[in-house]
């Protein structure tokens, strides 16, 4: 079982930037899929949208809305994810989590799907206020 928590979440102003961390209790040995995803306020009731992931062969994969604003990065030596959040816009506000498969990303459901994720963290709350 691998533990993931989230860090980095907060209210920062149209334009601003946060950095997000996810730290990890274990390593996955094999391939793997470690991403991003958020939930927007009162739409609870649909599926998260994965925002960005990355592969365990360093490949990088973003949803077109954070493309150019938004950098995947991990710490190889801690394990850690970070999430690099440059430009915030409103619609950025939401709930992030930090996810990880067993498999790689681009094997089995699409990385976008919550499905193919075997292990949540509890996320992080992030406002982008105007």
């Known amino acids: 079982q691998v533990q993931l928590v989230e860090s980095g979440g907060g209210t920062v102003q149209v334009g601003g930037s946060l950095r997000l961390s996810c730290a990890a209790s274990?390593?996955?040995?094999?391939?793997?899929?470690k991403g991003w995803f958020r939930q927007v306020p009162g739409k609870e009731y649909l599926e998260h949208e994965g925002?960005?992931?990355?592969?365990?062969?360093?490949?990088?994969s973003y949803t077109s809305a954070v493309k150019g604003r938004f950098t995947i990065s991990r710490d190889s030596a801690t394990d850690t994810l970070y999430l690099q959040m440059n430009s915030l816009k409103p619609e950025d506000t939401g709930m992030y989590y930090c996810?990880?498969?067993?498999?790689?990303?681009?094997?089995?459901?699409?990385?976008?799907?919550?499905?193919?994720?075997?292990?949540w963290g509890q996320g992080t709350r992030v406002t982008v206020s105007s």
């Open positions: 996810a990880e498969s067993i498999e790689s990303c681009r094997s089995g459901s699409n990385w976008y799907r919550q499905r193919k994720y075997n292990y």
């Open positions: 274990k390593v996955i040995a094999g391939p793997y899929c």
């Open positions: 925002v960005a992931v990355m592969d365990s062969d360093g490949s990088t």
